[in-house]
Every structure is written in structure tokens, then in C-alpha cells.
């Protein structure tokens, strides 16, 4: 079973080289500490930023520069700094590449929901309605399952939706899974994670074929 | 060159009434017209629609005026860091129209730019696009939006000059360019005025013909909301 | 009679303190030279520059910095320089308070041509079609007969249209006309003009009422 | 850092193929794509439609490639300043198309930006609204106008960096920016190509990831078409 390091360390192996990549908030934020060596990739914040680095060294934080999670920042060399409109059009445009972030509740047709539990919690959409509407290439990254247990990847999404049919691939703290017609195909199992346990943790229709290898990280 | 500017805030916020529709830049604390927000407050201006990416938090930015009770409602993309926003939305004391980060961006610049309304994808098949109207093109589905109406837009930039110049420093900028020429009147606070002519003309990131008053604004606290640092090794 | 600069020098009198103002190739660009003492205006070129300012000097022009009539140009303390979808937003957007511009025909309901002769003649349009739908104030320059001495203040246009209805106000070289319910409405005659030689330059519905002034420049 | 860099302009017009969209910066005859458009006549790539406001002059510009007839069709706005222009399209030779000037602007944009169609007021009730749906908004009428698709755009920027950022200057700034990321794939050339981290990220006019190819042009000639001055008093 993986931890969140873990699940970040995982899909940081779905970057390529020349990826403009767009960054969620939590386990997605993790993703960008463990960038494949030899490739190049540059991410983006859509609060108006290409080309995030590292947090600052302890008294460099500028109140001025920060990611979509409000978080200090610093920048690389070749950054650039645009309004909310200009960002926006990079992402509905699909000059980013790849979206990496997290769900509540994802569906077996692609369907997310992550911003709204009705009469409970409303964070707001942010602008996760505009990357799942508009991205080629979506990861969902989260738990497979939610604080009761109850799994997270379902038939329908039983919570306000975030997006239809958008998204293409998973990775849990148990699995690697790919949006196919018919259901969540179960691409790899998590080091020491069975496919029943996944099976067990899956509401939605699990696709398995042949054998089901162990991811390697 | 036209004149833009006013002496100071109190002058800046002239004609701003109850009820009237506000645009404020700024994402999170940062980028904030804090002057503004801070005489909107003493001015006790009540049933205020806001329209504004994010509510501040508890005690600093609009969380000021969603303390005072001044604000009828919220349009707004993000609320998660603010407890009283979300208390006021649940318990139905406040109304919440919650727009997709880009489209709220895009409302922006429609009314800036003299579009009535256009097409996006965001939003397709959740209930933000209800009681909308939905369109494909190229076998795709889009939603379509309407241009935001306002009657005053605050916005806080780096530098300007005399003639409503802007020019905006790092993510500050976010909203602020999009709201400029946005509402029947633009309000531009500055860190730092300079006489029209000092600001390189091709580095300029709003034109003065977006801005109807811009003031040297004072005090500004920036202050951060998820401080993260690394530490030297 | 007005020649081209009088008919600048009358359009130059309805400029205002704190105007923005758009000025067409031909006539309109000579307004420039007639601003009234006491106010403040500033040029905008639609392609993409507000503060315009005089030609330079000779061997100061800078191929980078010209007018829409690509005419070498220099700019004023306060310019700013910007795209061409930026220019169209503050031309869409109602932020210039006045738009001057040339014509080859307007009718008395407001619609204007000036673009195209079919077969013969394409200028194109360039971005008066885009001004003519979005200024809320337009003044048409132009001599009020073509070479041929043939009314160009019609009835109904002859050419293909640039606009509908859109029309304020027209400055000729006989007379000042505003565009009404029922016609153009005189306002003003050049000096030396009579009503009658307007009435007969005129094939559009010309509207008298009492005494009809001579301009003063 | 992604590297957008290619070595010249052989490389950088790799892939462009006889029939294909594409697009050109510039303003009549300022802030043109001078290396790429003399490639464009050297490949003799033919039957292309070309999406540029102008058509440049008889011997420059985009009237190179119309004087050896590899243009299929123009979408502009103007052509008031090219002969040949305006003889092959009298003649019937050249298919044109007449496009608004801030409309083909923002169609430009709307291909950049992701949006597939916009309402613009600009042409309604005149020919160019023909064939078009158009539609009130608050007691206006606009005409609904859709986002170009373009296989290359090719732009001409000031300052660059390896990073594919762009820096424009003065008028020569014009439709450039509005192209870039609204075709598959922009090229831009620059009068300086610098490395990623020399210029200051708070003010890139282009970011890198509307671009895919940058390299050094040169032997500028930017010709002035009309050289207007005053004399000194």
C-alpha cells in the first residue's frame, strides 16, 4: 500500500519530457519532488505562474509570488508570471499537457466530483471545473477508499460532479487504474496489494486482465 | 495625457453605494486591493454583490466585510479557507454563486472587452450549467456565459503612473488585469505612483483607458497565507 | 467650403477634456493637429497604441512604431503600447469616447459604407466595421459629393455596408449634419455655404429647422 | 525549462506542407515574419491560405508569396496597400476573405484561448455577417464568429529566450501575441534570442508554452511603408 509520497512518486513517472503540467492541490503538490531525471517538464499554477520551483529558503518568501494553494514559491529560470485570463486560456486552450489532481468521488464513465458535499462542505470548484473540461490528459490522485471505508471509485458519482467523462487515469494508495468503456481497468497493484483487496475497495466495475503486475517506484 | 488620478482612497470611492456590484482583484490575500477593502468597511456599504475569486480569510481581505455582514452575496470560484464565508452559505444568510476559476476570469474580460457572452467547456454536465444554455461544436459541449455587469472594479497593482498606467508583480496580477474596464468605473490602487511617462510604454500591462481613478495606496500588510519554506542544507 | 484641414478643424471642436479617440486614415488624422487648447485627449490607434504623438523628426521615424495608416509615429508621456485583440477590447468595450472615420457613402437612417466598390475597388475594412458597431459616438469626415458630384448623403446606401444605423454625425466640407429619426438634421453651414446648396448636395431627407447657423473655426 | 529552441529557420519550418493553414503576425509591413515568409518562397509551398490583417506590399511582406501565386486564399482585414493583391482578387484567382479587423483578432484569440466561437457586434447587418447566426443581447445584435484552425503560425517577436517566452516592441506587437498557441504549431522568430532566465518573468508579453520553436532571425529590413516626419522649427 502506498502512502501519499507514494501515490506522488508513482504518477511522477506518467511526466514526459517537454510536459507543461498543472498541478493540484495535496497529493498532486507532492508530484513535482520526484520529476523522472533526464526530462524536462514545466509546471504551471493557474493563479498566474509557468515555470514553478521550490519553496523559498526560510525569509526569501515574497507575499507577491505563490501557487494556487496560496503556497510561497519561488520561480525557475524562463518563468513567467500572466493574469487569471491568460492562465485560463493555457489550460481551456490545451497547451497544458497533462492535470494532475484529486477527487472525492470518481466514476466508472470518467466522472469526477471534488468540490461540493451538499448541505456539509463547499470549497468551491477553483478552477478544477476548467482543467477536467479541458484536458487531454487527466490523473486523478487520492485514497481508494474515504474516511468510512467506503470506496472512492464508484458506478455513478453519488456527489455534485466536477466534470463528465473526463477522466482517464488513477492512482490510488492500491492501484494504477485506466477509464475504459466498460469500467476502471486495473493496470498495476500497489507493492503488496492483492487484486482482491482492490476488488474489495472497488465499486464500480473493476476490468482485470491476465495478470495484474506490482507497480515498481 | 489624461489625468487618472485621485488624491486618496476617501476620493476614490466616491459614488459607491448600498446594493451595487463590486469586482475585486486578488487571489487568496494575495494581490488584494487592501485600501479599498479597508474604506468599504469604515464606509459601512451594505448589501454589496462581490465578485472575487476567493472571500479572504476570517479577519483580513472580504472576510472584513463578510464579518460587518455587508455583503449580500459572493461570486466567487474558491471559499475553502474562509470558516465565516462558509457558516454564512450553509446557513443561508449569504448567496453564493460559484463559477469556475476561468470562466469567472473570462466574465471579467467579456465585460472588459465588449463580448455579451461566450462558449466554454467548463462546467458541462455540473449544475453550474443549469439553466443554461449548452452548444456543441465540434463534437465537443459548451456552456455558454454571459459577460459580468458591475458598477465598480478595485484592483491593486505594483506601479502605476498618472495616466492609470498598470503594471502588476508576480501572482499578484491574477484577476486584477481582467477587471480593469470590467464595471461602469475602474479604481487602481498602487504601491507606487510615478508620473506619467516613467513606466516603459511597451512594458505597460493595463492601459490607462481601463482605469477611471488610480491612488497611492499606504500600509499594505501582503500578508501571506500558507507560508512554506525549505530549509537550507 | 471647407477643404480637408476646415473640416478637421470643425471635427476638432466637438473633442472633449478626458476623450479617447480613434481617428481614421485620410481626414480624421488631421484632427490631431486642431485640439483645442485646455483639454486633454489621447489617440488611440487600433493597431495597438494609445498616446499617439506626433510625427517624428526626420531620422527619429522607428519602423516598429507606426499608426494604423502605417504612418511613422511617435508617442507621448503615458503611451502604451499593446496587442491587437487588447486594441479591439478597448474599441468593443466602449472605452474610446469617439470614433472618427471616412466614408464613401451614409444614408439617413445611419448606415455607413466605406469599404468596398463590388468589381471594382477593395480596400478591405480594416477595423472600421468593428468600430462603427461599438462606438457610441461617431462622426463621419468627408466631402459631402463624390468625384462625380454625386450626393454621398443618401437615402439607403448603394455599397455594401460597414454598419447599421451607427452614425451620429457628419462633418462635410459644406455642413454639419446630425443623423435623426427622419434624416439628417442641419446643423451647421460652412461659411460661405447656402442652405439651398446643401439641400441640393443632398439626395438623403435633409431636415431645416429656423435658421440654420454658419460654423465658426 | 523546457527548450523551444531550433537551430534556424530550415528547422523551424519543418512539417509546413502545400494546402495548410497558416497564420502571420504583423501589422501591414511592421513586426512581419520576414525569416519565415522568405523560407515560405524558397520551399515554394503552394496553395496555402494565409491568415494575416495585410498582404504586405508588391515586393514585400506576404506579396512575395503572391507574386509567385502560392497563396490559395487571404483571410485580412486590409489590402488597401498591395496591387497584386487586389488584381488577383478582381480577377478571381485569389479567394478572399474579408474578416473584421478586431474579429479576426479575437478569432486568432479564441483558437489561442480554447474558445470555439464568440458574438461580436462587429459586421452585423453587412455582408460579412451573411451565412452567419446572429443573436440579441441586452438589445444588441452580434454575429457569432468562430475560432480559426491553423496549422502554423508564424510570428516575429523582439526578445526571446530559449524557454520559447517573448518579448514584443512597440506596434510591432500587433496580432503576434494573438497567434501564438492558436495554431498546432507557432514558430517565432526574434531579432535576440537569449538564454532562459534573462528576462524578467514579470514581464513576458508571450509565455514559452504558446510557442514550439523560436530561433535567431536575421537580416531584418523592416521597411517603413509610409515614412512620415516633421521638420525641426
Keep these: 500500500m502506498l502512502d501519499k509520497t507514494g501515490i506522488a512518486r508513482r504518477i511522477a513517472q506518467e511526466l514526459q519530457d517537454g510536459y507543461f503540467v498543472n498541478l493540484g492541490i495535496g497529493i498532486p503538490t507532492l508530484v513535482a519532488n520526484y520529476i523522472p531525471e533526464g526530462i524536462d517538464v514545466e509546471f504551471q499554477s493557474e493563479n498566474g505562474v509557468l515555470g514553478m520551483g521550490p519553496f523559498p529558503f526560510e525569509g526569501e518568501e515574497d507575499a507577491d509570488v505563490i501557487n494556487a494553494g496560496k503556497q510561497t514559491i519561488t520561480t525557475l529560470a524562463g518563468a513567467s508570471f500572466f493574469d487569471s485570463a491568460t492562465s485560463f486560456s493555457m489550460i481551456r486552450g490545451k497547451h497544458v499537457d497533462l492535470t494532475i489532481l484529486g477527487a472525492m468521488e470518481v466514476a466508472a464513465n470518467g466522472d469526477i466530483a471534488n468540490w461540493k458535499i451538499p448541505g456539509k ?52 494508495n492500491l492501484a494504477v487504474l485506466e477509464v475504459v ?15 482482491e483487496d482492490i476488488q474489495n475497495a472497488t465499486e464500480g466495475n473493476l476490468i482485470i486482465e491476465g495478470d495484474v503486475p506490482e507497480m515498481t517506484l | 495625457m489624461i489625468n487618472r488620478t485621485v488624491a486618496n482612497v476617501q476620493e476614490a470611492l466616491q459614488g459607491v453605494q448600498d ?104 462546467g458541462y454536465g455540473t449544475e453550474v450549467a443549469e439553466g443554461k444554455e ?81 491612488f497611492q495606496g499606504n500600509n499594505y500588510e501582503k500578508r501571506i497565507e500558507q507560508r512554506t519554506v525549505r530549509t537550507r542544507e
Tied chains: 1, 3.
Design chain 1, 121 to 172: 462542505m463547499v470549497k468551491g470548484m477553483g478552477g478544477a471545473m476548467d482543467l477536467v473540461a479541458s484536458a487531454e490528459n487527466i490523473i486523478v490522485a487520492m485514497m481508494h477508499t474515504n474516511k468510512r471505508g467506503e470506496s472512492k471509485l464508484l458506478k455513478q458519482c453519488s456527489l455534485p460532479l466536477t466534470g463528465v467523462g473526463c477522466v482517464k487515469k488513477i492512482v490510488t
Design chain 2, 134 to 214: 449548452t452548444r456543441e461544436f465540434n463534437g465537443k459541449m459548451y456552456v455558454l456565459e454571459e459577460a459580468f455587469k458591475a458598477d465598480f472594479s478595485f484592483v491593486k497593482a505594483w506601479k502605476g503612473d498618472t495616466a492609470g498606467n498598470l503594471i502588476f508583480k508576480g501572482t499578484a496580477r491574477n484577476f486584477n488585469p481582467c477587471m480593469c474596464g470590467a464595471a461602469s468605473i475602474t479604481v487602481a490602487e498602487v504601491e507606487e505612483l510615478v508620473p506619467a511617462g516613467e513606466l516603459d510604454p511597451n512594458q505597460i500591462h493595463i492601459p490607462g483607458i481601463f482605469v477611471q481613478r488610480i
Design chain 2, 19 to 122: 446594493g451595487m456590484i463590486l469586482m475585486l482583484g486578488g487571489f487568496g490575500l494575495c494581490g488584494i486591493p487592501e485600501n479599498a477593502i479597508a474604506e468599504l468597511v469604515k464606509l459601512g456599504i451594505k448589501e454589496v454583490t462581490c465578485i472575487s475569486n476567493n472571500a479572504g480569510v476570517d479577519d483580513f481581505g472580504l472576510g472584513l466585510l463578510l464579518q460587518q455582514k455587508q455583503i449580500k452575496k459572493m461570486i466567487s470560484s474558491y471559499v475553502g479557507e474562509n470558516d465565516e464565508f462558509e457558516r454564512q452559505m450553509l446557513s443561508g444568510e449569504l448567496e453564493v454563486e460559484l463559477t469556475p476559476q476561468g470562466t469567472l476570469a473570462e466574465k471579467c474580460r467579456a465585460a472588459q472587452a465588449g463580448f455579451p457572452a461566450f462558449y466554454t467547456p467548463a
Design chain 1, 181 to 195: 468503456d466498460k469500467g476502471f481497468k486495473l493496470l498495476e497493484r500497489a507493492p503488496g496489494v492483492s487484486v
